[in-house]
């Protein structure tokens, strides 16, 4: 089952950062409960996420997992930008090097959500388009 406990292991695999010394376990927690708002915003869902935000089930589909943990390890790298400058994810890495990282994050999680919208999109059963009847003013004619 998908649970904070759970998606905040797996942004401290995917940071390589089990100790928390990367990213602490308040961070993540932090990060994880931003990009869920984020993704809920921009599909226009209630997403829940067991242990987020006072949640006791999660109806998170599986399918939007991993735009979840991309934008969570964007948040998380932000919110220790501001607080370390410089120094995200390992001591040799200059502030350029980690800007860049940060920046391909957005740009992962932005389109991940795009692949989700489109997704629903698809699934949603009616068309986003259809017939329109013009219908001329009658003001126009001589």
Request: without cysteine; proline residues 2%.
């Amino acid at each position: 089952m998908i649970n904070l406990e759970t998606l905040s292991a797996r942004l401290a695999n995917q940071t390589l950062d089990q100790r928390g010394l990367i990213i602490p376990t308040e961070a993540r927690s932090e990060a994880i409960g931003q990009a869920l708002e984020k993704l809920n915003s921009f599909l226009g869902m209630n997403y829940t996420v067991a242990g987020v935000n006072g949640a006791t089930e999660s109806a998170l589909p599986l399918n939007a997992v991993y735009a979840l943990l991309v934008g969570a390890r964007a948040y998380g790298l932000s919110y220790l930008s501001v607080n370390r400058a410089g120094n995200l994810l390992k001591p040799t890495d200059t502030l350029d090097e980690a800007e860049m990282l940060l920046r391909h994050l957005w740009r992962q999680f932005d389109a991940e959500l795009d692949r989700l919208r489109l997704l629903a999109l698809q699934s949603a059963g009616s068309v986003g388009f259809g017939h329109w009847e013009w219908v001329e003013s009658r003001g126009f004619e001589r």
